[in-house]
């Protein structure tokens, strides 16, 4: 009887544990816009995409670049828990010609995934040049 005791409970640990491992390598990874302001007179006219994956949220964006400005920013994917209201930052983005912004409040992982996404196509466009 005590052995069959022991054998449950060592099952139960080793069903704990993994289950500890596995929400531990899911769990978001931190995303952080850089510092770095874009020189846009360096971005030729074009259609740029980006996108940035944190594991909780991921984010697929195109960015247009017209006469060295952000024209307009689509979102092409978001998959999001409760952050599709981080998308009117894209807005901002245009109006304010940076991904140096706010988040959204309560949606901030939405928001700083999709800022990234931005960051990372205006990244691509400045090597392209």
């Known amino acids: 009887m005590k052995h069959k005791i022991r054998n449950v409970i060592l099952a139960i ?3 704990i544990l993994a289950l500890g491992i596995l929400v531990f390598f899911n769990l978001p990874k931190p995303v952080a816009t850089s510092n770095a302001a874009f020189d846009l007179s360096q971005i030729v006219d074009g259609r740029y995409l980006g996108s940035c994956d944190n594991g909780l949220v991921k984010v697929k ?3 247009v670049v ?3 400005k952000i024209v307009q920013v689509n979102i092409k994917e978001h998959n999001n828990g409760l952050g599709s ?3 009117v930052i894209t807005d901002v983005v245009v109006q304010q010609q940076s991904v140096e912004l706010e988040v959204v409040s309560g ?3 939405s928001s700083k995934t999709i800022l990234k996404a931005i960051e990372n196509a205006l990244a691509i466009a400045q090597d392209a040049k």
Do not use: P, Y
Request: without cysteine.
């Open 107 to 109: 949606a901030t992982m």
């Open 85 to 87: 209201s981080a998308e």
């Open 66 to 68: 017209q006469n060295h």
């Open 13 to 15: 640990t080793i069903i």
């Open 61 to 63: 964006v195109e960015v």
